[in-house]
């Protein structure tokens, strides 16, 4: 229920946002605009005020403001002058701009929210370094914390993730600066080069080397799952695992390693138990997970949970520098997300990184049970994918239109009614095959988890 509500509230807000710039300028330009609608379909509320008829439609996934233009109905002569396709192409253009640009706008203003509350994030500090990785090769090290990527501050791990996303789109190679865990500043060029279109779809980082320092955890049990088997073998709370299977466990993740590879398995598995030594027979529990089949024990960790807030860090800036933050992350996000869409047409990254309806609810859904900032980040992020979207020159989407109109402004004369239908029609069909894309790809997710 909570990421349906989440679904349905972040699509209602931008689609809201979109056509309210459409209508905004309309008006400012004396167009008339008859309905405003948020979704399509069946009318479920609708309040007429002044000239416009404000509705609510069934299905929600998107919206639409109708104005007076003769393209679609008669205007009498002594409304010309209110209608759409009357208006200068320069004034048309503007109110079909006006929706991609509201979208950024409000993640603007989102993200000015955001800087300004303080946005939490982790140090970005880097864990084991894999041997002949790229990382490695630039000589990164473990414990290392990332100061700079080019010439762009790092305040979290997931700015550094962006920003390493970014160079990877169209530079073979980028500078990176850190600070060793001694203190000591260290310059790297890292070689992005090596990475295939195809690694762009999960997590490239670990293409690179670079993984997140997290603090160890001790193998001692914390809690049980309800259906915990190691609990039923005899298992307590407060056991130190020492050994699995003869093999000696210093963190609670080598034992992870090894119960995972072992679903329907017997375990020797010994703990420390008030200064006694118990030997434990244990059977890993099968489960599914992303298509693969591993073990589980149904246990969980004690934390040290002051090791761990200290990875936090909060992102935060005063108002102007905020304002400045926001744009700038408008920005970055547009031209990356504009990046990878060309090199999706182009083949050089997979198609798998479409996402539809469906994976947007759950990520909506995700980031309302993380809280009000994840959720707001989530709004921006989606509104500035929206505006980009709008903005292609692909007939039916706004971008297609200010197409028409700007050939209409060089060539002095409207685009024929032909090669307009002829347009729609292609628009319709390339909306309609990237539609499939995104729900195969959906759907593709649910069934591997």
């Known amino acids: 229920m909570l990421t349906l509500l989440a679904f349905l509230g972040a699509i209602t807000v931008l689609v809201f946002i979109h056509e309210f710039g459409h209508y905004w300028v309309a008006r400012r330009c004396g167009v008339r605009v008859l309905r405003f609608s948020i979704g399509f379909g069946k009318v479920l509320y609708q309040r007429q005020r002044g000239d416009t008829e404000w509705v609510v439609s069934a299905i929600p996934l998107g919206g639409y403001v109708r104005m007076l233009d003769e393209r679609e109905d008669t205007v009498p ?16 253009m503007a109110i079909v701009a006006a929706g991609p640009l509201a979208n950024f706008l409000l993640a603007i203003v ?3 929210l955001l800087f300004l509350h303080g946005v939490p994030g982790l140090k970005p500090t880097l864990g084991e370094v894999p041997a002949n990785t790229p990382a490695a090769q630039a000589q990164l090290r473990a414990g290392e914390t990332l100061l700079r990527i080019g010439d762009d501050p790092v305040p979290s791990w ?6 390493l996303l970014e160079a990877a789109l169209d530079q073979p190679t980028v500078q990176v600066q850190g600070q060793g865990s001694e203190g000591s500043l260290l310059t790297h060029t890292l070689a ?12 490239f980082l670990a293409k690179l080397g670079l993984s997140l ?8 049990v914390g809690k049980f799952a309800p259906d915990s088997v190691a609990q039923a073998a005899g298992m307590q709370i407060g056991d130190r695992v020492l050994r699995v299977d003869g093999k ?34 244990i059977v890993p529990k099968a489960e599914s997970q992303q298509g693969k089949t591993i073990g589980r024990l149904g246990i969980g960790p004690q934390i040290d949970q002051a090791a761990w807030d200290a990875q936090w860090v909060e992102v935060s800036y005063p108002l ?19 990046t990878m869409f060309g090199k999706m047409i182009l083949g050089q990254v997979s198609l798998k990184n479409l996402s539809g309806p469906v994976t947007i609810a759950d990520y909506a859904g995700q980031s309302a049970k993380m809280g009000w900032v994840a959720y707001l980040g989530f709004l921006a ?42 347009g729609q029609r292609i628009g319709i069909a390339l909306i309609g095959t990237l539609m499939c894309f995104a729900l195969y790809n959906d759907f593709s997710r649910l069934v591997s988890g």
């Open 320 to 338: 102007l520098p905020a304002l400045g933050q926001a744009l700038r992350k408008t920005w970055e996000t547009s031209t990356v997300s504009l």
């Open 192 to 203: 992005l080069d090596s990475l295939q279109p195809k690694d762009l779809d999960g997590d």
């Open 77 to 92: 002569a002594d409304l010309r002058h209110l209608a759409f396709n009357y208006k200068p192409v320069w004034q048309r």
């Open 248 to 281: 000696a466990i210093q963190d609670w993740r080598d034992m992870v390693a090894i119960v995972s590879v072992n679903a329907g398995h017997s375990l020797r598995i010994e703990v420390l138990r008030g200064g006694q030594v118990t030997q434990l027979a």
């Open 110 to 112: 989102l993200y000015w």
């Open 158 to 163: 997931q700015d550094a993730r962006w920003m």
């Open 381 to 422: 992020l989606i509104s500035i994918s929206l505006g980009v979207l709008n903005l292609l020159p692909v007939p039916l989407l706004d971008g297609g239109h200010l197409l028409y109109y700007a050939a209409e402004w060089i060539k002095g004369s409207p685009v024929s009614e032909r090669t307009w239908e002829l």
């Open 213 to 220: 320092y997290q603090p160890p955890i001790a193998p001692q």
